[in-house]
Each structure stands twice: as C-alpha cells, then as structure tokens.
C-alpha cells in the first residue's frame, strides 16, 4: 500500500447514542461520511500508517476523536474543547436555515449570496479544526471540511 493510502479514513462513525435530526441535518451527515470515506487525508502524528476508522462523539460538552486502524487496534484519542467551534457552529446552523428556506421560495442570486456566506461560515470552522489539530492529526483542508460538517451534526443532536 502507498503512504498517501495509509494515511486516510476508512470507516467514520458517529456517536449513535445522540440520537437522530431533522431530514436536512441527516442529509448533510450521510453525505459528509461519505465524500470524507471516498477521499481524505487523515495522518495521526507519530503512528506509522492506517488506514483507520475514526470515532466521533461528545462527552461532557467536549468533542472526541477516537482513532483505531482499520483491524481496531486502538491508535490514539484526542479531547478538543468545543468552545472555539460555538460561535461558529450557531452561525453556520443559522445560516443553514436561512438557506434550506431560501431554496423553497428565493430567487437563484438571493441562494447563492446565502451559499456564499454559508461557505464562507464552514471554512472558518474547517480552519479552527486543522489549528485545533494541529500537532495530534494532520489533514487537509477537504478532509478538514467533512470532518467539520460532522462536527456540527454531533453538536445539533448534542
């Protein structure tokens, strides 16, 4: 296997126990796991290569990343605090509904300037995670997105 095929995703799983969200918040979900399994960079520092399986959940207001090669061997956690993501978060929920109403009843422009700063919003929050990462697993900026849309589904059911 190539390194660049060592060091990805192959599995990514949700804390389950959260419980389900609207039809919107699932939609994004599933296709967030799916464009991160299909293609992403994901390398802890200091593990020889994976791939791996990521275990997202929250546990007492803090986000959890639990890391195990792809045969479940445990390979490394890492606690962040949520809050520099609070902000960010409530931005982008907020933002997000304005947009899933505006693709019901606005003109094409009004959507796009709303996608706009929706996209906008979602590369801060993918730049707070690789800053927040840095030093425990390194990423690239697309994985860093998907990852951050998965951070934002855990927190809404959180």
């Known amino acids: ?3 660049k095929g060592a060091h990805r995703l192959c599995d990514v799983i949700l804390d389950e126990t959260i419980g389900r969200s609207t039809p919107d918040v699932e939609h994004e979900r599933a296709v967030a796991i799916f464009d991160l399994i299909e293609e992403n960079s994901f390398e802890p520092v200091g593990h020889a290569g994976g791939p791996y399986k990521l275990y997202l959940s929250l546990v007492d207001s803090k986000l959890v990343f639990s890391i195990k090669t792809e045969t479940g061997d445990d390979v490394a956690t890492h606690i962040l605090s949520l809050t520099p993501f609070r902000r960010i978060i409530k931005d ?4 997000c509904e304005s947009y899933y109403e505006a693709i019901r009843s606005s003109t094409p422009s009004q959507i796009e300037a709303i996608d706009m700063g929706r996209r906008g919003i979602h590369n801060e929050g993918s ?3 690789m800053d927040r990462l ?3 697993i390194r990423i690239d900026f697309d994985t860093a997105r998907r990852l951050f849309t ?3 589904v855990l927190y809404w059911r959180g």
């Open 1 to 3: 296997m190539n390194a």
């Open 134 to 136: 840095e030093g425990k």
């Open 150 to 152: 998965l951070v934002c």
């Open 92 to 95: 982008y929920f907020m933002i």
């Open 127 to 129: 730049q707070t995670l």
